[in-house]
C-alpha cells in the first residue's frame, strides 16, 4: 500500500534494528485519511472471503479496524488486555505471551460477541512474533467460528510472525512489509519477494 509505505519512510522512526515507531499516526496520533485507506485496503485483500465480524486487540488495533468494518459492512469487536468487563460476563480468554516484557498477559472477549457461524477477520497494527495475532484466533476457536483471514499494516517480516501464522494454515495480508530496520533505516520488502 503505497500511501501507508510513503508515511512510514516520511514519518517512522526506526528505534533500533527491530523497533518502528509510527507514533505520528497510528500509536499514538491517528491519521484519519490514512485510516479509511487502510479500511479500503483490507476490504479488498479480503472481500469475497464471508467476512461477518472483525476482532481486533486494544488499543492500536482499534483504529485500522473500525474503518476496514466500515469498508466491509461488518461489526468490530476487540479484545479486552484488562479484566475491565462486569463479572456476569462469560469470558472467552487467551493468553499473550511478550517477548519485550518477558511476561503473560490475559486478553479477553465477551462469549456474547462472537458466534459459532462467524468467518472472522483478525486485524492488528504490528505483526512481529505473532503472540497477539494467534491469541485471537485462539479466541475465534474457542467460539467455535473460523478465521477467515488475518489483517495486518505494519509486518516487520525480519520476525517470525507471518510465517508461524501462515504455517498454521492462516491466509495473512499486511499492507507493509518491513525487511530490516538497520542503522535507522527502513527497507521494505521488494514486490518480487513479497
Ligand atoms: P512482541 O514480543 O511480539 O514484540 O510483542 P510485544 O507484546 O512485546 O509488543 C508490545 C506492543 O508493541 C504491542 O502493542 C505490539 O503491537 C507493539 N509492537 C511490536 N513491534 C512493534 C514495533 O516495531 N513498533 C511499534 N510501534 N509497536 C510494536 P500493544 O502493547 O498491544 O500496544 P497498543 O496496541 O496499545 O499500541
Ligand atoms: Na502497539
Ligand atoms: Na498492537
Redo the contacts with the bound molecule.
Keep these: 500500500m503505497e500511501l501507508l509505505k510513503e508515511k512510514i519512510l516520511n514519518e517512522g522512526v526506526a528505534l533500533s534494528d527491530?523497533?518502528?515507531?509510527?507514533?505520528h499516526f497510528l500509536?499514538h496520533q491517528i491519521d484519519p485519511e490514512l485510516m479509511v485507506e487502510i479500511g479500503q485496503a483490507f476490504k479488498e485483500r479480503f472481500e469475497g472471503k464471508n467476512i461477518t465480524r472483525i476482532l481486533t486487540?486494544?488499543?492500536?488495533?482499534i483504529a485500522p479496524s473500525v474503518m476496514a468494518g466500515l469498508a466491509l459492512g461488518v461489526p468490530v469487536v476487540f479484545a479486552r488486555k484488562r479484566k475491565s468487563l462486569t463479572l456476569d460476563e462469560n469470558l472467552l480468554t487467551a493468553e499473550?505471551y511478550?517477548?519485550?516484557?518477558q511476561e503473560t498477559n490475559t486478553i479477553a472477549v465477551a462469549d456474547k460477541f462472537i458466534s459459532s457461524d462467524d468467518s472472522i477477520l483478525i486485524i492488528?497494527?504490528?505483526l512481529?512474533?505473532g503472540?497477539?495475532a494467534n491469541a485471537l484466533a485462539d479466541i475465534v476457536h474457542l467460539a467455535g467460528a473460523r478465521v477467515a483471514g488475518i489483517g495486518i499494516v505494519i509486518e516487520?517480516s525480519f520476525q517470525d510472525?507471518a510465517k508461524k501464522l501462515k504455517d498454521r494454515g492462516y491466509h495473512v495480508e499486511s499492507l507493509a512489509r518491513i525487511a530490516s530496520l538497520s542503522n535507522g533505516e527502513i527497507n521494505f520488502l521488494s514486490e518480487v519477494n513479497a
Design positions: 527491530t523497533v518502528l515507531k509510527v507514533d500509536n486487540l486494544e488499543s492500536s488495533g499473550v511478550s517477548y519485550t516484557k492488528d497494527d504490528f512481529a512474533n503472540e497477539a516487520k510472525g
